[in-house]
């Protein structure tokens, strides 16, 4: 048994049920052990409830429940900026109005400027990113209605 053969046998035990596998020839003896998960499960009793109990809250504004909203997300790692310079007007502002194709920001990415578009169309409500800040790939920076 070469080492290929072992590293296949490895790969077939670590994808099976089997916790043990022992081999043995006159000269190799391989022995084989994983650990068994254990898996817990938690069951808590279903409390029914009367209509008197279920309280619902109610949004205390509107700017705290904004139904369709959707965001714009980062699509890459990048300082934010607002603007095309410090002096510039930003690009969008909350109530400003956006098109697919409008640009909305910078991100900048190893000294390359990269002009983010909206890709959706509506108004600008809320601007989630401070003017040059860090941001993630993914991170929502605006939402829009």
């Given at each position: 048994m070469n080492l290929e053969h072992i590293k296949v046998l490895i790969e077939m035990v670590d994808r099976s049920e089997i916790t043990e596998?022992?081999?043995?020839d006159k000269e190799l003896k391989v022995v084989l052990k994983k650990e068994k998960e254990i898996r817990e499960s938690v069951t808590m009793p279903i409390k029914h409830l009367t209509q008197e109990q279920i309280q619902v809250k109610e949004p205390a504004s509107t700017d705290e429940f904004i139904e369709d909203a959707i965001t714009i997300n980062a699509p890459m790692v990048g300082t934010f900026y607002k603007s095309p310079s410090p002096e510039a007007d930003p690009y969008v502002k909350v109530g400003d109005k956006v098109k697919n194709d409008s640009i909305v920001c910078i991100l900048e990415a190893m000294k390359l400027f990269n002009e983010i578009q909206a890709e959706v169309?509506?108004?600008?409500i809320e601007i989630l990113a401070e003017d040059g800040q860090l941001v993630e790939y993914g991170q929502p920076l605006f939402k829009v209605k």
């Open positions: 596998f022992n081999y043995e169309s509506g108004e600008i």
